[in-house]
């Protein structure tokens, strides 16, 4: 990449443009591997740091990685790397290690010499306590930083509140794993400020715990969802949020489904449908509903339900719904071995599921298309069917896919 | 495994255990002291590192029974009766004339950097380091006192936010004593490199110089 120029860097807009300056010369001078750590106290101001660096940096490759439980240890982002990425010079921007506690700390000390050896700038975001913790914790590492800088931001309290609403309140919109991350990254940042405020919102907290639970089920870490919608749950009923009640009720039924099996989550299921009175969340419920219990035989009632749930749909103009919906009668109509019915629904899932530009939606029915195809012993439709779906799943970042 | 490789390759062998100073200084105890006899057994030479803490615990006289030890100490820049010590410094500087040109500091910008450094290379290494990427920042051809005491008032930070308030009054008496002990607290403080040791005839300790001035602060 060509050398940044001092007055190349992006207008100081803030507080924190001297440290944001220190950061992009130290991405920039480095040749060797580094680490540094990056101090926050705000999500939003975060988020706008790492775009800045994206954009100021680029062609320079950033990868993310974000700890969780199954993924605990920092240097864990290099399986992710091919063997010429580990090669060449790459931000790597860490977040939420503190999130880890004392064992991921320590695992810096351990991979130390590790993660010294690529030509990677290292950048851990840490809150001010994180940072107490990386130099308690991981002392060897901490010793060998190449610097702090310091993000944190000082806004008037009700300006603060505002910049934190406005972001808490955008939608959650995942097109690719690494989004469901980033997004994930915001919320949980977010719900941790709330939860911090003396008079915490609790309508917000409980908005905030549905979109970081339906983001962890997504990425596959379940346990967590149920932690969230749980605390959602609790919240709406202690507000007497009905509406709120049912749709972590039907979330967290989603999730049920998975983890402990179906019972549980048509027990959920049901309860949310004699609390909801809204049409999308009718539709919603109905769909997931459908989509349990014909597995148990009750497949009349199934297609009933997702009728309902697909015209319920059609009525508000939700496309997705209907894609999503069109989708499950398929799976159902394979099931009672309609096939010719099932392609056709699954015809028309795929066309809606384009028209909305949702690869995973179009991933999944060209994968059960396939199964279709297969049954019927049409192996070069079904190998074609199941190329075109492994490449949208790629796309999206869907490993399991 | 020793014994294969001099049959084949007729020359001694000698293992490097590197790391084990990370660990923490119960697991430190378990390898050096409960199992020095069996990690000195080899028979080919080995040298281990080892956390520096087990060095003031009571049973370090188990450690000295099966291992000659080695301690790297930092670089004095006074004694411990605080009279100046010019070789350490001078020590200093040619250390850092081997990495960095001289002529790149202005007026007495490294001479701040080696006094703040307390004569612990790490720190002097990072200080100049911030120190330049002060002075890129601030789009000048050299780097100056402003850089340094920037980069010190950086380091400073950290410490504030490492250090306990049970921390400070330990800081200070070790600052008018200079005396090291195997107490919890103090070596705390030297995995923290709040404390730095020294020898010249005897160890001793004084309070890291970019720290001091908070702990006077704070222990008035």
Same mark, same amino acid.
């Given at each position: 990449?060509?050398?940044?120029?001092?007055?190349?860097?992006?207008?100081?807009?803030?507080?924190?443009?001297?440290?944001?300056?220190?950061?992009?010369?130290?991405?920039?001078?480095?040749?060797?591997?580094?680490?540094?750590?990056?101090?926050?106290?705000?999500?939003?101001?975060?988020?706008?740091?790492?775009?800045?660096?994206?954009?100021?940096?680029?062609?320079?490759?950033?990868?993310?990685?974000?700890?969780?439980?199954?993924?605990?240890?920092?240097?864990?982002?290099?399986?992710?790397?091919?063997?010429?990425?580990?090669?060449?010079?790459?931000?790597?921007?860490?977040?939420?290690?503190?999130?880890?506690?004392?064992?991921?700390?320590?695992?810096?000390?351990?991979?130390?010499?590790?993660?010294?050896?690529?030509?990677?700038?290292?950048?851990?975001?840490?809150?001010?306590?994180?940072?107490?913790?990386?130099?308690?914790?991981?002392?060897?590492?901490?010793?060998?930083?190449?610097?702090?800088?310091?993000?944190?931001?000082?806004?008037?309290?009700?300006?603060?509140?505002?910049?934190?609403?406005?972001?808490?309140?955008?939608?959650?919109?995942?097109?690719?794993?690494?989004?469901?991350?980033?997004?994930?990254?915001?919320?949980?940042?977010?719900?941790?400020?709330?939860?911090?405020?003396?008079?915490?919102?609790?309508?917000?907290?409980?908005?905030?715990?549905?979109?970081?639970?339906?983001?962890?089920?997504?990425?596959?870490?379940?346990?967590?969802?149920?932690?969230?919608?749980?605390?959602?749950?609790?919240?709406?009923?202690?507000?007497?949020?009905?509406?709120?009640?049912?749709?972590?009720?039907?979330?967290?039924?989603?999730?049920?489904?998975?983890?402990?099996?179906?019972?549980?989550?048509?027990?959920?299921?049901?309860?949310?449908?004699?609390?909801?009175?809204?049409?999308?969340?009718?539709?919603?419920?109905?769909?997931?509903?459908?989509?349990?219990?014909?597995?148990?035989?009750?497949?009349?009632?199934?297609?009933?339900?997702?009728?309902?749930?697909?015209?319920?749909?059609?009525?508000?103009?939700?496309?997705?719904?209907?894609?999503?919906?069109?989708?499950?009668?398929?799976?159902?109509?394979?099931?009672?071995?309609?096939?010719?019915?099932?392609?056709?629904?699954?015809?028309?899932?795929?066309?809606?599921?384009?028209?909305?530009?949702?690869?995973?939606?179009?991933?999944?029915?060209?994968?059960?298309?396939?199964?279709?195809?297969?049954?019927?012993?049409?192996?070069?439709?079904?190998?074609?069917?199941?190329?075109?779906?492994?490449?949208?799943?790629?796309?999206?970042?869907?490993?399991?896919? | 495994?020793?014994?294969?490789?001099?049959?084949?390759?007729?020359?001694?062998?000698?293992?490097?255990?590197?790391?084990?100073?990370?660990?923490?200084?119960?697991?430190?105890?378990?390898?050096?002291?409960?199992?020095?006899?069996?990690?000195?057994?080899?028979?080919?030479?080995?040298?281990?590192?080892?956390?520096?803490?087990?060095?003031?615990?009571?049973?370090?006289?188990?450690?000295?029974?099966?291992?000659?030890?080695?301690?790297?100490?930092?670089?004095?820049?006074?004694?411990?009766?605080?009279?100046?010590?010019?070789?350490? #410094?001078?020590?200093?500087?040619? $250390?850092?004339?081997?990495?960095?040109?001289?002529? +790149?500091?202005?007026?007495? =910008? &490294?001479? !701040?950097?080696?006094?703040?450094?307390?004569?612990?290379?790490?720190?002097?290494?990072?200080?100049?380091?911030?120190?330049?990427?002060?002075?890129?920042?601030?789009?000048?051809?050299?780097?100056?006192?402003?850089?340094?005491?920037?980069?010190?008032?950086?380091?400073?930070?950290?410490?504030?936010?490492?250090?306990?308030?049970?921390?400070?009054?330990?800081?200070?008496? #070790?600052?008018?004593?200079?005396? $090291?002990?195997?107490?919890?607290?103090?070596?705390? +403080?030297?995995?923290?490199? =709040? &404390?730095? !040791?020294?020898?010249?005839?005897?160890?001793?300790?004084?309070?890291?110089?970019?720290?001091?001035?908070?702990?006077?602060?704070?222990?008035?």
């Amino acid at each position: 990449m060509a050398d940044l120029a001092v007055q190349d860097l992006p207008e100081p807009s803030n507080s924190y443009s001297n440290d944001l300056s220190k950061l992009l010369v130290l991405i920039n001078s480095a040749r060797r591997g580094f680490w540094a750590f990056a101090i926050y106290n705000n999500v939003v101001a975060r988020e706008e740091v790492i775009e800045t660096v994206k954009r100021t940096v680029s062609p320079l490759p950033v990868f993310d990685w974000t700890y969780s439980p199954e993924n605990s240890y920092p240097a864990s982002y290099l399986k992710s790397l091919t063997e010429e990425q580990k090669r060449e010079r790459a931000v790597v921007f860490f977040f939420d290690l503190e999130r880890g506690g004392t064992d991921a700390w320590k695992s810096l000390d351990y991979s130390r010499e590790t993660l010294a050896s690529h030509p990677h700038a290292l950048i851990f975001w840490t809150t001010s306590k994180g940072r107490t913790d990386a130099a308690r914790k991981a002392p060897h590492f901490w010793a060998q930083r190449s610097g702090v800088l310091d993000f944190t931001i000082s806004v008037p309290v009700e300006q603060h509140r505002e910049l934190m609403g406005s972001w808490a309140g955008q939608p959650v919109e995942v097109a690719t794993y690494a989004d469901a991350e980033r997004q994930l990254r915001l919320f949980l940042g977010l719900l941790d400020e709330y939860r911090a405020l003396p008079d915490a919102p609790l309508e917000t907290i409980a908005q905030l715990d549905g979109k970081v639970g339906w983001l962890f089920d997504f990425l596959d870490r379940r346990e967590e969802a149920v932690s969230c919608l749980e605390e959602q749950i609790e919240i709406a009923r202690q507000l007497g949020l009905t509406e709120l009640e049912a749709e972590a009720l039907t979330n967290l039924a989603i999730v049920e489904r998975i983890r402990t099996g179906r019972p549980k989550a048509i027990e959920l299921l049901e309860q949310a449908l004699i609390l909801s009175s809204f049409p999308m969340l009718i539709a919603k419920i109905k769909q997931n509903l459908g989509e349990v219990i014909y597995l148990y035989g009750e497949s009349d009632r199934s297609l009933n339900l997702l009728n309902e749930a697909l015209k319920l749909f059609k009525q508000i103009g939700d496309n997705l719904g209907q894609a999503n919906v069109l989708k499950a009668i398929g799976d159902v109509q394979s099931f009672r071995d309609e096939k010719d019915e099932a392609l056709k629904s699954y015809d028309e899932a795929l066309k809606l599921f384009k028209q909305v530009g949702s690869n995973l939606g179009q991933a999944n029915v060209l994968k059960a298309i396939g199964d279709v195809q297969s049954f019927r012993k049409e192996m070069d439709e079904a190998l074609k069917s199941y190329d075109e779906a492994l490449k949208l799943f790629k796309q999206v970042g869907d490993n399991l896919g | 495994m020793s014994d294969q490789i001099k049959i084949k390759y007729g020359k001694p062998v000698l293992f490097v255990f590197e790391g084990l100073d990370k660990i923490d200084l119960g697991q430190g105890k378990d390898i050096f002291i409960d199992r020095s006899q069996t990690i000195s057994g080899f028979r080919a030479s080995a040298i281990f590192l080892m956390p520096i803490g087990l060095r003031y615990t009571p049973q370090f006289s188990t450690v000295t029974q099966y291992f000659k030890h080695y301690s790297l100490s930092n670089i004095k820049l006074h004694t411990s009766k605080n009279q100046p010590y010019p070789e350490g #410094r001078a020590k200093l500087h040619e $250390l850092i004339a081997q990495r960095i040109d001289p002529f +790149l500091f202005a007026g007495n =910008a &490294l001479d !701040e950097a080696i006094t703040a450094s307390g004569g612990l290379i790490r720190t002097l290494i990072a200080l100049i380091r911030d120190a330049a990427v002060n002075a890129v920042v601030r789009e000048s051809e050299k780097i100056e006192s402003v850089d340094v005491r920037s980069a010190i008032a950086s380091l400073r930070g950290d410490f504030i936010a490492m250090l306990e308030t049970r921390h400070y009054p330990i800081l200070k008496a #070790r600052y008018e004593d200079k005396n $090291l002990d195997s107490d919890q607290e103090t070596q705390e +403080l030297l995995e923290s490199l =709040a &404390l730095l !040791e020294y020898d010249n005839d005897t160890f001793w300790c004084d309070v890291h110089p970019i720290v001091l001035p908070v702990v006077l602060e704070r222990t008035k």
